[in-house]
């Protein structure tokens, strides 16, 4: 497997709009330092500009804000969280947003959304 590169969307933006004004693939990676075939996939539409390596979140953003709001207040409050009363949290607040969505009839295909909980 080839090392992973690192590299900002600006770049990959810039090297896009750069093939787009006609310059050569080839060449576009080199100059904006961004993997090839990453670039070649999202000229081709195989995979989006917003589009993330890496497994798929286990929380949405709208409950990783909830989770967060939860963790500065207690840090205000200078109360420490462990780890299991962390692990709680998250599946509690997927438990909920989960009921609010059947209430709200938008019942979504989220029903294989579990937390691990790695020791």
Do not use: C
């Amino acid at each position: 497997m080839a090392p992973r590169r690192n590299y900002t969307k600006e770049q990959m933006s810039k090297a896009i709009d750069a093939v787009g004004r006609g310059m050569a693939i080839a060449i576009a990676p080199k100059a904006f330092s961004v993997p090839r075939t990453t670039l070649l996939d999202k000229i081709s539409g195989r995979s989006s500009l917003e589009t993330k390596m890496g497994p798929n979140t286990v929380l949405t953003q709208h409950e990783e804000k909830i989770l967060e709001d939860w963790i500065m207040s207690l840090s205000d409050m200078h109360y420490s969280i462990k780890k299991d009363e962390l692990l709680d949290s998250v599946q509690h607040i997927i438990q909920k947003e989960e009921e609010e969505k059947k209430k709200s009839g938008s019942e979504g295909n989220d029903k294989s959304r579990t937390t691990s909980q790695k020791t």
